[in-house]
């Protein structure tokens, strides 16, 4: 969350959330502590890129973007993260499942 400028022109708010209850989302960067997460150095990776976790709750930060608590099973880390942050797994559109063809298939084994 080290990347959020209050500058910034989005109200993410004013949309309703990009990721739902339970979704299954992907970590699209790496994620370092920003000196939030209790038990962890500043600076100390907490999630990299390709990290598979689930959606257990959604916040708001200074009233202007959504915060996604992410549980990452693999690491035991709850880790709060914006949208542009993750991507779906579950919900991904028609035409990107076509475009990965086989390789859709086996993203019900990343469970």
């Known amino acids: 969350m080290g ?31 920003d000196g939030t997460f209790n038990g962890k150095d500043i600076g100390e990776v907490l999630v990299k890129k390709g990290d598979v976790g689930y959606v257990v ?13 992410v549980e990452f099973t693999d690491h035991g880390y709850r880790v709060g993260m914006r949208a542009k942050e993750l991507m779906t ?15 859709a298939k086996s993203l019900n084994e990343l469970r």
């Open 3 to 33: 990347d959020i400028n209050r500058d910034d022109d989005s109200i993410e708010v004013a949309d309703p959330p990009r990721f739902h209850f339970g979704e299954r989302v992907v970590a699209r960067s790496i994620v370092r502590n």
């Open 57 to 69: 709750s959604i916040g708001t930060f200074l009233q202007q973007f959504y915060i996604y608590a």
């Open 89 to 103: 797994l579950d919900n991904l559109p028609e035409d990107i499942l076509a475009q990965l063809g086989d390789k």
